[in-house]
């Protein structure tokens, strides 16, 4: 086996708040909400997508957010980015740099899960 690519990650969300996902996924990073297929719909959550990237929100009842386990986003304008988060009054923990790897630094979604945001100056040649 070889896999090739990556086609989404899913975070999970508390029931009944697709707005705050909505808000974060859609309003403040951007991507743009693709509707769920039907067979899926009624269990709530939400989809988004965006160059490269997948985003699949799911309903936990017994919902914890993801604390260590995280997603990276490449971002081309990381201070941008950062700006955006501190905006909308979400946390930004800079990141040690690591010899080797591009400027990053840390967040979280609206529910808690952590993220990840990788400075991108062009791009993976994978």
Same mark, same amino acid.
């Given at each position: 086996?070889?896999?090739?690519? +990556? $086609?989404?990650? *899913?975070?999970?969300?508390?029931?009944? *708040?697709?707005?705050?996902? &909505? !808000?974060?996924?859609?309003?403040? +990073?951007?991507? !743009? =909400?693709? /509707?769920? #297929?039907?067979?899926?719909?009624?269990?709530?959550?939400?989809?988004? =997508?965006? #160059?490269?990237?997948?985003?699949?929100?799911?309903?936990?009842?017994?919902?914890?957010?993801? &604390?260590?386990?995280?997603?990276?986003? !490449?971002?081309? /304008? @990381?201070?941008?980015? &950062?700006?955006?988060? @501190? =905006?909308?009054? @979400?946390?930004?923990? =800079?990141?040690? #740099?690591?010899?080797?790897?591009?400027? &990053?630094?840390?967040?979280? $979604? @609206?529910?808690?899960?952590?993220?990840?945001?990788?400075? $991108?100056?062009?791009?993976?040649?994978?």
């Amino acid at each position: 086996m070889r896999i090739h690519a +990556l $086609d989404h990650v *899913q975070l999970s969300m508390p029931r009944g *708040q697709e707005s705050l996902g &909505r !808000r974060f996924y859609g309003e403040i +990073l951007g991507l !743009r =909400e693709v /509707d769920k #297929p039907e067979a899926l719909a009624s269990a709530g959550g939400c989809w988004f =997508e965006g #160059p490269g990237t997948a985003v699949h929100l799911g309903v936990e009842d017994d919902f914890h957010p993801a &604390r260590k386990a995280h997603v990276a986003f !490449r971002v081309r /304008d @990381l201070k941008g980015a &950062r700006q955006a988060l @501190l =905006e909308a009054g @979400l946390p930004v923990r =800079e990141a040690s #740099p690591v010899p080797g790897l591009p400027p &990053r630094f840390f967040s979280t $979604d @609206l529910f808690g899960n952590r993220l990840e945001f990788i400075e $991108d100056k062009g791009g993976r040649s994978d």
